[in-house]
């Protein structure tokens, strides 16, 4: 029954989408720049990626003022909470295949 529970969640059953929420609970925030370099993937991919988180609420976007305007990116209490359970649900999964 846990496979079928992975398999609903589908925002983070995608290995970019769990690659982000995973790079950024360690940091809480990051730049979109870094993120992209990190994920080695095209600023249009990764845009798509977090448009598809932010609107679950998993993760905000903003402007930081350095040298120049920048984007950031942090991880919400909610998307916190739902990589969680994501997790849990994973190692419960891979607990029941290791009994067998």
């Known amino acids: ?8 969640n589908r925002l983070l059953g995608n ?3 769990l690659a982000i929420m ?8 990051v730049l979109f720049k870094d993120l992209q370099n990190v994920l080695e993937i095209t600023p ?9 988180l932010e609107e679950y609420n ?10 120049r305007p ?11 909470q739902e990589l969680v359970r994501y997790m849990e649900m994973l190692k419960e999964t891979l607990g029941m295949s290791t009994k067998i």
């Open 1 to 8: 029954m846990e496979l079928k529970k992975l398999m609903e």
């Open 15 to 17: 290995p970019i989408r």
């Open 22 to 29: 995973l790079y950024l609970l360690t940091r809480r925030r």
């Open 44 to 52: 249009g991919n990764l845009d798509s990626h977090l448009k598809s």
């Open 58 to 67: 998993y993760i905000k976007r903003g402007k930081i003022f350095a040298d």
């Open 70 to 80: 920048r984007t950031a990116i942090e991880i919400t209490e909610n998307g916190v």
